[in-house]
């Protein structure tokens, strides 16, 4: 069976919605339904609305813009260079002491670019700015500061009432920041340096506290440096090597010496003896006379016989000789138990001069050599208690070496870094460079005005619209409750 369809007008549209208009109240009918009031009257309505809100929009911006005094713009670009430094220097025997300066961006944290553009914005430096061009902090006003990515540059914009106010705050800000960074320098510097006499201060205290204790170790010691006790070491290591050299030249002197007492058929002490009596005038003459009165005595008795008066007298004087040679002989070689037989022996030319001299030569070496090796036991056993007392003190005495060493590096180092520190300033505040210097502007600024009629012309459309939607809402509205109403039912 078919259903009876029901149309609705508009007025029983506004029948039905009327009985959930008294459940929402007034606001919902004033919406919905709107007023009373004929076409013409809506239109002056909305015409008065329109006007009204024009005027409140551009009467503001057309005053702004009558009684705003133009601006100009002053530009101008820094540049901060990105290479770093660094700085060695050679202490001799000591070390080396070195400052490296990186470069600025080598920190990817930390942007100095970053950095610079609040020094720049900042109280301070806006007000020393100022305080150069004699004009307030609020009038100078703060420059727009853009960084371009992936460089070292700082674009600046600055407004000024003229363009030569504007090229002057540009130049005052620069001034003003390059101000600020030798301050912060300064400053940096003051107190590294306070820092940095303080660790010297106490460097040079432990450099001279090493330097005490190795003074009084070293007077209380025979040993005073290690170079000695190495010394000391070094000689005894010599004087053995020349002991050995000494005793094997003695065991050659000795052998060639009973070599020549065998060939002279001699005793070593009457080698002496020998060059002795043959060195003396005397008892060679003596020799002389006795070998004369020999051959006469012969020739005598050959001749006259045995017992002629003659011989007898020559028999005497031989006697006479033979006893002065024995005194001369025992006076010369001290020896009272040679026979006078032996003294002729050994004062006579039948031993071969050569040999008696070279064997008096050996023997004169060999006791050197002798003596020289007696001397150098001495020495040696002098030596080896020293080193065995001074081992020990020889030991402390390079440690405490060792600590003043250190003590002098570490203070000479400090000193050396000190100074090469001062060299370059710029390894926390780096150098800026004017890449662009500030420009004087030929026409003044117009972004204002533009941003103002932008900003009123988007104004006026959002009224428009909103008029519009107002206008036109009832019909939407009602359309799309008749909509509702007819699915409903």
């Keep these: 069976m078919n259903q009876p369809v029901i149309k609705l007008t508009t007025d029983n549209a506004r029948q039905v919605h009327q009985e959930s208009t008294s459940q929402h109240g007034f606001i919902y009918r004033a919406i919905v339904f709107g007023s009373s009031l004929s076409p013409k009257k809506r239109l002056a309505l909305y015409t008065s609305i329109l006007l009204l809100s024009l005027s409140l929009v551009w009467l503001p911006i057309s005053l702004f813009l009558a009684f705003t005094s133009p601006k100009f713009t002053s530009e101008w670009t820094l540049i901060m260079p990105g290479a770093g430094s660094g700085h060695a220097v050679n202490l001799d025997s000591l070390g080396q002491a070195t400052a490296n300066i990186a470069s600025p961006f080598t920190n990817t944290s930390i ?15 806006l007000s020393k700015a100022a305080a150069m061009l004699d004009i307030s902090v609020k009038s100078f006003g703060k420059p727009r500061i853009k960084l371009i990515d992936q460089t070292s540059l700082m674009q600046f914009k600055i407004k000024g009432d003229t363009p030569e106010q504007a090229r002057d705050k540009s130049l005052a800000i620069y001034q003003a920041l390059q101000n600020q960074l030798e301050i912060l320098r300064n400053d940096e510097v003051a107190r590294i340096t306070k820092s940095s006499l303080s660790s010297i201060e ?59 007492l065998t060939s002279v058929r001699l005793k070593p002490e009457e080698v002496s003896y020998a060059i002795t009596l043959r060195n003396d005038s005397l008892f060679q003459a003596q020799l002389s006379r006795q070998a004369e009165l020999k051959v006469q005595i012969d020739v005598t008795s050959a001749t006259w016989g045995s017992s002629h008066p003659k011989l007898n007298q020559l028999q005497a004087t031989l006697r006479s000789i033979n006893l002065a040679i024995a005194l001369r002989g025992k006076q010369l070689t001290k020896n009272q138990n040679l026979t006078t037989n032996e003294l002729i022996e050994l004062g006579s030319g039948k031993i071969k001069a050569i040999l008696l001299e070279k064997l008096a030569q050996f023997m004169a070496e060999a006791a050197g050599v002798s003596k020289q090796l007696s001397q150098l036991q001495i020495n040696i056993n002098g030596l080896k208690k020293r080193i065995e007392n001074g081992a020990a003190d020889a030991i402390k005495l390079e440690e405490l070496s060792r600590k003043q060493q250190v003590a002098t590096t570490v203070f000479s180092t400090a000193l050396a870094k000190q100074d090469i520190g001062k060299v ?18 030929e026409s003044p600024d117009k972004l204002h005005i533009k941003l103002a009629l932008v900003g009123g012309i988007a104004a006026t459309l959002f009224i428009i619209c909103g008029l519009l939607t107002l206008w036109i809402r009832k019909r939407l509205l009602q359309k799309i409750l008749l909509n509702e109403s007819s699915g409903s039912h």
């Design 424 to 441: 370059d300033r710029f390894a926390s505040y780096p150098l800026i460079q004017i890449l662009a210097a500030p420009t004087l502007p």
């Design 202 to 260: 106490d460097f040079g205290s432990k450099l001279q506290q090493t330097q005490l204790e190795k003074l009084n170790f070293q007077s209380r010691n025979s040993i005073i440096s290690v170079g000695q006790f190495e010394q000391l070491v070094t000689q005894m290591e010599y004087d053995v090597s020349t002991e050995q050299k000494l005793k094997a030249r003695e065991r050659f002197l000795q052998g060639q010496i009973q070599h020549l």
């Design 111 to 125: 942007d100095p670019l970053v950095n610079y553009r609040e020094i720049v914005t900042s109280h301070t430096v």
